[in-house]
């Protein structure tokens, strides 16, 4: 009898050991983000929600020092595009909130939305004033950039210090930078976005990939909206940044393959006092591409330009 149940037990045990494999294979991408989420709570990192206006903001936050704002790109959130980083700057000297963009992460994904850049500025300038918060540093990455540089050109009172990683918004001189690879139809189609997002990428599993796909699929219609805005051409930062007079670090990968590096003088260029850094090795993530180069610039802006203390 005590065999048998040793056996019924270790049956159990095998059973459970295949669902979680045969579940990790067919949803990885749920798996990393249980994971990340965690390791975030573990941090010390809060997961919350906030009315902002017509839309409920999933956002993270984390510290209790100087506020600082971080905003993600298009079709990413607050997790992907930050998350290694908000613990780290709230235990330094920062209180940290991250919110996830309107259509993106947790948030609401209101059907009659536009997802232009104004109406992301707006979610983010609304969003600062349902927390409570009148000035801050504040930093975006790719249209995150975009939105931040507006959202300093527009409201300067309220932006202390701006970072600008990788960001989209200049109007293109050239060849139009190649937004369809934001849209894939096939795994190939994946394995070409990554290459664009990111420099020397490790190969992306056949698995993987099926699953990226389908999540990108299911969001297409939220990134196909956003990109159509964007290129009936009203929203460019070309001119519209003079206002913006607090301390700019524009950082750039110098191998960004989704929006090129010229770019960037081109950027600084439309403020009255921008310093810009560009990473050697990094592509259009540099914070995952070269973390140690990328960490150094971003703090030493934030710490007033000087060194950061230590972690």
Known sequence: MRANRRWVAAAGLVAVVTAVIGFAYMRPLTIVEAYAAARLRIEGVRSAYVQVGPYLLHYLEAGSGEPLVLVHGLASSATQDWGRL????????????????????????????????????EAVRGFMQAVGLGRARVAGISMGGWIVCRLAGEHPEMVERLLAVDAAGMRPDGPAIPAEVLLPRDEEGVRRLVAAVRYNAPPLPSFVARDVLARKQRDEWIV????????????????????ADMPILILWGKEDALIPVAYAARLAAEFEHARLEVLDGCGHVPMADCPEAFDREMMAFLFDGGAAPPP
């Open 86 to 121: 908000i613990a780290p700057l709230s235990r330094r000297r920062f209180h940290v909130y991250a919110p996830d963009l309107p259509g993106f992460g947790g948030s609401e994904r209101p059907a009659a939305a536009d997802y232009s850049i104004p109406m992301q500025v």
């Open 224 to 243: 196909r909206r956003a990109l159509e805005s964007m290129r009936e051409g009203r929203d460019w930062l070309n001119g519209n940044l003079r206002r």
